[in-house]
């Protein structure tokens, strides 16, 4: 079973909230009497983020030998490469976050949501490559069980479903 696929989901979906969280803060920060506990709670989601992204990441290199006999080991590298540079780079919103609950620097919110953008951008981009892998390369052609592999199915959750011509 493939736990890439499975573990991306989490820090993609974190991806998104984050910044969006991050931005609707400091819009709202007049409004906000307690900043210090939001700013916790989102440092704490961009723990979740860089955890979830590092296990991800390692679960992709784990695959990546598999998925090599279907899908070119540029193509491959190519998402691998993005996934890096979306995973190391998850550590800035975590570090700007960890910094406002030390110091009271008013720079530091906006260099957190612009990180946590970054973070998206990458996120973006990573997440359409590893899609292309897939959707466009087949790489999920490796994992379909023997009997999916004629009569052209796929595989889905261990059944066998045939491809519907009818769009």
């Not at 009497?33 to 990441?57: D, E, H, K, P």
């Not at 530091?108 to 973070?119: E, I, Q």
Request: glycine fraction near 8%.
């Amino acid at each position: 079973m493939p736990l890439h696929p499975m573990a991306v989901h989490l820090p993609i979906v974190l991806a998104v909230l984050i910044p969006l969280a991050m931005v609707a803060v400091i819009a709202a920060s007049k409004k906000i009497t307690n900043q210090r506990a939001v700013w916790a709670v989102i440092f704490g989601f961009c723990v979740l983020l860089t955890v979830s992204s590092f296990v991800a990441m390692k679960l992709g290199e784990r695959e990546e030998e598999r998925v090599e006999k279907v899908v070119s080991e540029q193509i491959i590298e190519n998402h691998e490469e993005w996934a890096e540079a979306f995973t190391w780079t998850t550590l800035l919103p975590l570090l700007f976050t960890g910094l406002m609950l030390k110091k009271k620097h008013p720079s530091l919110k906006y260099l957190a949501a612009a990180s946590g953008v970054a973070v998206l951008a990458l996120g973006v981009i990573t997440g359409h490559e590893g899609a292309e892998l897939v959707y466009k390369h087949n790489a999920g052609k490796v994992y379909m069980s023997a009997g999916a592999s004629s009569g052209g199915g796929h595989a889905l959750g261990g059944e066998t479903v045939k491809d519907d011509d009818d769009d």
